[in-house]
């Protein structure tokens, strides 16, 4: 069975403090590994998809790295505004269409 | 372009009674999701469509629940009879095949 897990389940930082959030995967033939962000009542927000195994995305303090079984989110000197659920999400083919797997996300309280 | 646009934004109804949720995917997107959130389920994918043809509902809860898309710029998720035990955040999202989901603001129901 496909399954997508997210450790951990939340984690408070100090402002500042860097860290890095974790996504593990066991997918069949995974096309590429989504990240998103979801703010209180609102919908996910798209920050990266990672396609294959090596590959890094970054934008501003995140950084996403992909391996073959796993992904991470890397937070450099992160800020109040960084708290935020992140949510990871594993994209496969089945059948011939697209199946999307996420996993239960890690909410991050970043502390001034 | 304004991006999924959802509604109503919250719905307050009785147990028995029929709601139907909206969505507008992004104009040009030929995927399109329903997915229910809850605390304790996390994101739960309801049914999937492509060129409006419903692709996976096996994730749709049981007989009371239905979804249709009768063009590419609209679909509905409709529950007949509701019971408390529904009331979630439930979200639409659309994409090109195989890219990233796009989602909407999210409607959140209460089922009394």
């Known amino acids: 069975e496909d399954q997508v897990t997210q450790s951990p389940e939340a984690l408070r930082l100090q402002e500042g403090e860097s860290s890095s959030l974790n996504c593990s995967y066991t997918?069949?033939?995974?096309?590429?590994l989504f990240w998103y962000r979801q703010d209180p009542g609102k919908g996910p927000e798209f920050l990266f998809t990672?396609?294959?195994a090596g590959e890094e995305k970054e934008k501003e303090r995140l950084k996403a790295t992909l391996t073959k079984k796993e992904s991470f989110l890397h937070i450099t000197a992160p800020k109040p505004e960084d708290s935020a659920t992140y949510l990871c999400?594993?994209?496969?083919?089945?059948?011939?269409?697209?199946?999307?797997?996420f996993g239960t996300g890690t909410k991050l309280q970043v502390i001034p | 372009d304004a991006g999924v646009i959802q509604s109503p934004r919250h719905e307050v109804t009785e147990m028995g009674q029929e709601v139907t949720l909206r969505c507008k995917p992004i104009s040009g997107h030929n995927s399109l999701f329903w997915y229910r959130q809850t605390m304790m389920r996390g994101l739960e994918l309801l049914i999937y469509f492509n060129n409006n043809v419903p692709i996976d509902d096996s994730g749709m809860p049981e007989d009371r629940f239905s979804a249709k898309m009768p063009n590419a710029s609209f679909s509905t998720l409709k529950i007949q009879p509701s019971e408390p035990r529904d009331s979630a955040v439930y979200f639409c999202?659309?994409?090109?095949?195989?890219?990233?989901?796009?989602f909407g603001p999210g409607t959140r129901l209460t089922v009394l």
């Open positions: 997918v069949s033939g995974l096309r590429g």
């Open positions: 999400a594993g994209l496969m083919n089945s059948g011939g269409y697209q199946k999307v797997t």
């Open positions: 990672l396609y294959s």
């Open positions: 999202a659309s994409s090109f095949p195989y890219n990233e989901q796009f």
